[in-house]
């Protein structure tokens, strides 16, 4: 695994204001489709779709982990970065599975529970840059390998 980059300066002042932007957005969703049923078919849609996109390509071990299904030995054409959570699954390569990436991880999991069907549309406008977008930050940038533990 690569050592994971420095953070260019000035990285916490934009990731704040991100999570700041994030939760003004939040605002404008109407209440009922957060965190309740409409959210949670939502969920489920995004579990079926990760259980089938990794039923497919999954070629190493599956199993469950802090609460996520976890599809091991994806092609990494099949997903970003270093794996992906949709719904309640984890999506990934080869990649060693730490505490701290699992923990990662079940927060996207809680997101999607969160807000559902919206989730993808959600982290499309939040950007593809990890340090700006605010589902990245929320879940912690150090434990899902963005930044190095203690970067300032």
């Known amino acids: ?17 991100a999570v700041i932007r994030g939760r003004r957005i939040d605002r404008l969703i109407p209440s009922f ?6 959210s949670r078919v939502g969920y489920w849609y995004g579990c079926t779709v ?10 190493g071990r599956v199993d469950q982990r802090e ?3 976890v599809f091991r030995g994806m092609p990494a054409w099949t997903f970003p970065r270093g794996g992906s959570c949709v719904g309640g699954c984890f999506l990934t390569g080869d990649n ?8 990662h991880e079940a927060v ?13 549309l959600l982290y ?9 977008n605010r589902f990245e930050i929320e879940a912690g940038l150090e434990d899902g390998n963005y930044v190095p ?4």
């Open 1 to 17: 695994m690569s050592p994971i980059p420095t953070p260019p300066v000035g990285w916490r002042a934009a990731a704040e204001r």
């Open 33 to 38: 489709l957060l965190d309740s049923p409409i």
């Open 50 to 59: 990760g259980w089938v996109w990794g039923s497919l390509w999954s070629v």
């Open 67 to 69: 609460g996520l299904w």
């Open 96 to 103: 060693t599975l730490t505490p701290a990436l699992l923990r």
């Open 108 to 120: 996207h999991k809680r997101q999607w529970q969160r807000y559902g069907f919206l989730m993808p």
């Open 124 to 132: 499309l406008f939040a950007g593809r840059d990890p340090l700006r």
């Open 149 to 152: 533990r203690g970067a300032v």
